[in-house]
């Protein structure tokens, strides 16, 4: 399918999009999750009613491409909506590997991603003001790993909920999924059932 964009509108989308990371597509759902969050779905929408989630491996996950978080539970509560998404968790998770450590030099074994010390908001960088450090937007795939070394590396536990967008080229389109990490006798395991979509 075919949408033309007026140039206005291209530039507008520009401002909202991180380098090297985001599409026009990925901005727009990032735009229309943001509205919808504030005003509610409209009252035909059927993203993900009655579907069965699938667990799928932690430490071997499928490609989350054209995937949208719904809910995490890191370490017992629940991620407030606006910071339900794979960056988001992925920012939480970097919060708590800065607060762990006492030598700064010791960081850089949680964190695998692109950072920098201090504030830096261009080339798709996102200021932390609690850690005092900046980190770079990654696509869901490879906030999910990053995010699982954290939680391994500090055995924290998390739920992760997601589904697949309806997109040709999405592993699993219209499926939700979840992965599990569970912090059982202080070491952390994952959570590897496989389930047979039902």
């Known amino acids: 399918m075919l949408v033309e964009l007026g140039e206005e509108t291209v530039v507008r989308l520009k401002r909202h999009a991180e380098p090297l990371v985001d ?18 779905r409209p009252s035909q929408e059927t993203s993900v009613p009655d579907a069965k ?4 491996s ?11 978080v719904l809910s995490v539970l890191l370490d017992g509560e629940w991620l407030p909506k606006p910071k339900a998404t794979w960056n988001g968790l992925l920012a939480e998770c970097v919060k708590r590997a800065v607060a762990s450590v006492s030598d700064p030099g010791d960081i850089r074994s949680l964190i695998t991603i692109n950072y920098t010390a201090g504030k830096k908001e261009d080339e798709g960088y996102r ?11 990654q696509d869901a795939n490879a906030a999910w790993g990053a995010t699982r070394h954290i939680l391994l590396s500090l055995t924290l536990s998390a739920e992760v909920t997601f589904v697949w967008r309806n997109k040709n080229d999405a592993a699993f389109p219209g499926q939700v999924g979840r992965f599990i990490l569970q912090n059982v006798d202080r070491s ?8 047979a979509p039902g």
């Open 53 to 56: 989630s699938r667990d799928f």
């Open 188 to 195: 952390l395991q994952a959570v590897d059932s496989r389930k």
């Open 23 to 40: 599409n026009f597509d990925s901005v727009i759902a990032r735009l229309l999750d943001s509205y919808e969050t504030k005003v509610g």
């Open 58 to 68: 932690a430490k071997s996950p499928p490609d989350l491409k054209h995937t949208k």
């Open 127 to 137: 200021y932390l003001p609690d850690t005092g450090v900046s980190i770079q937007g």
